[in-house]
């Protein structure tokens, strides 16, 4: 027997875990259905949830990271050779 069940997800997550299950054969209900039969069999999260220990310099590091990736007048290439070709101009 089953049970609708509405919950929030985030539409980004949504959509890359969707992806990532449709690689693995398995629809998101699946997917839940696996997680919260996991959580059951271990009594909790089947993962460990932790804060990630990064210096100040690697933090900084990740966000500098992040915000050239989503700058969009920063140029970006899909091959190697164009990558090589520019460095090689400058």
Known sequence: MTTPT???IDSDIKERATE???LLGLDLSS???FF????????GLPFSVELPKYNQ??????IEGK????????KGYTN???LKKALIED
């Open 20 to 22: 990532l299950f449709d």
């Open 6 to 8: 509405q919950i929030l």
């Open 36 to 43: 919260l039969y996991q959580c059951i069999l271990r009594g």
């Open 67 to 74: 915000a050239i990736a989503n700058d969009p007048s920063v």
């Open 80 to 82: 190697m050779e164009d």
């Open 31 to 33: 997917a839940i259905n």
């Open 57 to 62: 310099e690697t933090l900084k590091a990740i």
